[in-house]
């Protein structure tokens, strides 16, 4: 059979070389965020939204130990409870849209036919609009809120998995055994679910991996313009926007944080999911 | 004389302008082995897959113990009872079981298919035991056996429907020679316990001698000679089996003249 | 078959000598090649036998070094004189390029399908040699007509020919580079029987016309039996029996070889049972001590279990060497003419 690569966008391929130091400690990185982010409400030295303006833009301190944002809000409460949100939204993405794109691709790859070139078709005018134009109109038109950038994000993912999930389902059902088990009696959706779904998911959920990166950055970015994430909810991308006027005014310690946190999970999660889309590969020979 | 387990009559297809399977009939009686020989490209796997269902004919029917097999099972009971007709064992046993599924779970998902009431670990153990595998390689992945092993698991797996043919599709040709007598041996002894009907597709004669009683050779999607296989390869009568027949190697063999013999057609 | 050769040519020294080859892999118990010796002449077709596992494929593969990652090989191979496991990777090149070639088993994986046959056959040469462009056309020509096909394939695409036709262009390719030594790795497996004859045809042609060496891999006993001057059986990286043709069929003395014999499916036996070898072949991590073929054959003794067998000659017949303890035992068993 052709093997099936997933997609990748070009930047992170390169530093995967580096071995499996780098996957270990990128895979620490990805727990303890989501650690982090599941335990914030309990890490948090000060309430995040609590404003203390007489201390604005104050450096480090014992109190703060990553200082105080231009609105007298405490960074590291921000950041701890902002990485909720911030994994969040990608979660929403990468769950949505492997869901649909898996159930998407099977039935075009497993039916093909009339339903084939009607979802592949269909599924390639997603492709071709952007998908943060996609989703800067979907907040416009529903206003703030999370619920609004992560549906369309999901929507201009979805593509990327149904098209994998649809080359993958194509390769697996020429191999003979699923001929034995329609030969057995099976039906045709039980052979697919029962013996090809399993057999692809790895890839699949290696792909959603790497998706998880770039849906935080989207969702970071859709932040950054004010879009989504309503104003005062602690979120990585909104404090880059809220600390622009701090480093104009020589104290970036509140923009450069967020923007490192955003940095650092990205690549942890395109390391991690990299990592497995390579050893599902090497399995399969 | 009893029903015969498989009647094919007329049976064409055709992909394009090649007719890949062109008016081929024959009977299989019940309880017997028949042989379908050929070059590649002769029609003979397409007829198979035909009869198994993989492939749809454009013309001529399949009749499994007097009934006719429609082109489509409609609903599952004429799904289980179309499989429990026909079953096939495929060509390269590494690739004809789910990589991951283990033995044991692979048949225990037939029996629970077929035969919901039966005692699944009794009869789990029994077509082990009857195809050579030991209870040790019940709980193993396919990629922890050898091929020979796997191929017994592929039987064991189309045992399991109790079919009326079994369809064998170059079964033995991935396998090693000495792993290879193993497997026709235990296809042997099969037949004669169970009563099972073979219809068994395959390039190379010397197994169409060890295994069939009966055999039709076919080219270019045609059936030039049918008849007992002894007879056919003893005294075959039509020159594409005497060139087939030729064509296998042996000491004082000349293979010379069979290049020399295709090109006269 | 077998056609007259010239004794001239079987005098000169050999094309491809392998002394005393062992080669371990990363993470297993024992070597995968165990002591092979193992040589071809000019002009002279070997077959080497062998079940899969048995070492068959790596020992011709080994010939132009193509070894698996992190393999270690210990011994000589010698082609045409050059000493192969210690070659600069330059004259690695040009030994891979002319001096021996190689056949695949499927010659559609062996083939770029995006490119025509002529630029496939003329690559090698236009690269290694500097040959013009016009020149190695004409040669490839030249070389399809040797092999029995049209000169016009130059311009056609793999996808337009069938199986046979194109194991054919491969060998025309293997001859571009007018080898001394042809490597046969399962050429004709993958072939129906009719084209796999011609092959044969085609190959045994050759070695007379330009005195090639031919090893021949090959799983199958009938076909080499058929085709070769000397047949040497493989079987858990070990060479266990090597004779000639004609007297390894007719009176095999390793029971391995005898017992392969007996489990294949005869035209010219009568119907029934097969003699199956039971058991599987000794696993790759698993040592060896003994013969390799102990628990598999019926005539072990204690011996069988502790030493190692030599490859001695049988008695009265030099050409005919065989790794056992018992190999006299076997004497006068009749195997199959």
């Known amino acids: 059979m052709t093997a099936v690569v997933p997609l990748r966008r070009p930047g992170f391929a390169r530093i995967r070389t580096a071995g499996a130091p780098l996957y270990l400690l990128c895979l620490t990185a990805v727990t303890l965020l989501v650690l982090a982010a599941l335990l914030a409400p309990w890490l948090v030295p000060a309430d995040p939204n609590a404003v203390d303006l007489g201390n604005a833009l104050a450096g480090p301190s014992v109190g703060h130990p990553f200082g105080i944002d231009a609105s007298g809000r405490d960074t590291l409460s921000r950041l701890l409870v902002g990485a909720r949100t911030s994994l969040l939204g990608p979660l929403g993405v990468v769950a949505f849209s492997t869901l649909t794109g898996v159930v998407v691709g099977a039935l075009a790859g497993w039916r093909g036919g009339w339903l084939d070139s009607v979802l592949s078709r269909s599924?390639?005018?997603?492709?071709?609009?952007?998908?943060?134009?996609?989703?800067?109109?979907?907040?416009?038109?529903?206003?703030?809120?999370?619920?609004?950038?992560v549906l369309a994000l999901a929507v201009a993912y979805l593509p990327y998995v149904s098209r994998l999930t649809r080359s993958l389902v194509l390769a697996e059902r020429e191999r003979p055994y699923v001929s034995a088990s329609l030969v057995q009696g099976q039906s045709g959706f039980q052979v697919c679910l029962r013996h090809v779904l399993p057999n692809i998911a790895p890839v699949v959920l290696a792909q959603s991996t790497i998706n998880f990166g770039y849906a935080l950055i989207d969702l970071a970015g859709l932040s950054f313009l004010g879009l989504g994430v309503p104003a005062l909810t602690p979120d990585w991308g909104r404090m880059v926007f809220d600390g622009q006027t701090a480093v104009q005014e020589g104290y970036p310690l509140s923009a450069i944080l967020p923007c490192a946190a955003i940095v650092l999970t990205v690549v942890a999660f395109n390391v991690v999911g990299e990592h497995w889309a390579d050893r599902v590969a090497r399995r399969d020979r | 004389m009893p029903e015969p387990a498989l009647v094919v009559t007329g049976l064409s297809r055709s992909y394009g302008t090649v007719r890949a399977v062109d008016d081929v009939t024959f009977t299989l009686p019940s309880g017997g082995s028949l042989g379908i020989v050929g070059a590649s490209g002769s029609g003979k796997t397409t007829t198979a897959r035909i009869v198994v269902g993989l492939e749809h004919a454009d013309a001529g029917e399949v009749v499994v113990r007097g009934r006719r097999r429609g082109d489509r099972a409609r609903g599952r009971a004429a799904r289980l009872a179309r499989a429990r007709e026909v079953q096939m064992v495929f060509q390269d046993p590494y690739l004809s079981l789910d990589p991951r599924v283990s033995v044991d779970a692979l048949l225990r998902e037939t029996l629970r298919l077929h035969f919901p009431r039966v005692d699944r670990s009794r009869r789990t153990a029994e077509l082990l035991d009857q195809v050579g595998l030991g209870t040790r390689a019940a709980g193993a992945l396919p990629r922890q056996l050898s091929g020979g092993q796997r191929q017994r698991v592929a039987i064991a797996r189309a045992l399991a429907v109790e079919p009326a043919v079994l369809v064998l599709d170059e079964a033995v040709a991935a396998l090693d020679v000495s792993v290879q007598a193993q497997i026709l041996n235990l296809l042997a002894d099969i037949r004669a316990q169970t009563g099972i009907s073979y219809l068994f597709i395959t390039h190379d004669l010397g197994v169409v001698r060890c295994v069939t009683d009966d055999v039709v050779v076919m080219r270019q999607g045609r059936i030039v000679e049918s008849g007992g296989t002894t007879q056919v390869l003893d005294s075959p009568q039509h020159p594409y089996t005497r060139l087939l027949l030729d064509s296998v190697p042996r000491p004082g063999w000349d293979p010379r003249a069979i290049a020399t013999a295709r090109r006269t057609p | 078959m077998s056609a007259p050769v010239s004794p001239a040519l079987l005098d000169t020294a050999p094309v491809l000598d392998i002394r005393g080859l062992r080669l371990r892999l990363p993470r297993t118990a024992r070597p995968v090649l165990d002591g092979v010796d193992l040589t071809v002449s000019a002009g002279e077709t070997v077959a080497l036998v062998g079940e899969s596992g048995s070492g068959k494929t790596l020992t011709s593969r080994s010939v132009l070094r193509l070894l698996p990652p992190g393999a270690v090989a210990e011994g000589r191979i010698s082609v045409a004189g050059a000493d192969v496991l210690t070659l600069t990777p330059r004259q690695l090149r040009t030994l891979r390029a002319g001096t021996a070639a190689m056949i695949f088993q499927d010659p559609r994986a062996a083939i770029n399908p995006l490119r025509r046959i002529g630029d496939f056959l003329t690559e090698s040469l236009r690269l290694n040699t500097k040959t013009p462009t016009a020149a190695a056309e004409a040669r490839a020509g030249a070389m399809l007509e040797a092999v029995g096909l049209p000169p016009a394939l130059l311009r056609r695409y793999p996808s337009q020919v069938s199986g046979g036709m194109l194991q054919r262009v491969m060998i025309a390719?293997?001859?571009?580079?007018?080898?001394?030594?042809?490597?046969a790795d399962e050429a004709t497996t993958a072939l129906d029987v009719i084209s796999q004859a011609e092959i044969v045809a085609l190959l045994a042609d050759l070695r007379t016309r330009f005195g090639t060496g031919l090893l021949f891999v090959t799983h199958d006993l009938g076909l080499a039996a058929a085709l070769s001057d000397r047949v040497c059986v493989m079987y858990a990286g070990r060479i266990v029996e090597s004779a000639p043709a004609g007297a390894l069929f007719a009176r095999p003395r390793h029971p391995y070889t005898a017992?392969?014999?007996?489990?294949?499916?005869?035209?010219?036996?009568?119907?029934?049972?097969?003699?199956?070898?039971?058991?599987?072949?000794?696993?790759?991590?698993?040592?060896?001590?003994?013969?390799?073929?102990?628990?598999?054959?019926?005539?072990?003794?204690?011996?069988?279990?502790?030493?190692?067998p030599a490859a001695d000659a049988v008695p009265g017949d030099p050409a005919h060497l065989v790794s056992c303890h018992h190999g006299d035992r076997l004497e006068g068993s009749t195997g199959h003419a």
């Open chain 1, 123 to 149: 599924t390639e005018l997603v492709f071709a609009f952007p998908g943060m134009l996609l989703a800067i109109l979907i907040v416009s038109v529903y206003g703030e809120g999370l619920m609004a950038p």
């Open chain 3, 173 to 183: 390719a293997a001859l571009m580079g007018e080898p001394a030594l042809l490597l």
């Open chain 3, 259 to 308: 017992a392969l014999l007996a489990a294949t499916p005869r035209l010219d036996a009568p119907q029934g049972r097969l003699d199956a070898i039971e058991g599987q072949p000794p696993d790759l991590r698993t040592e060896l001590t003994g013969c390799p073929f102990a628990p598999r054959c019926a005539s072990a003794t204690d011996v069988c279990f502790e030493r190692t």
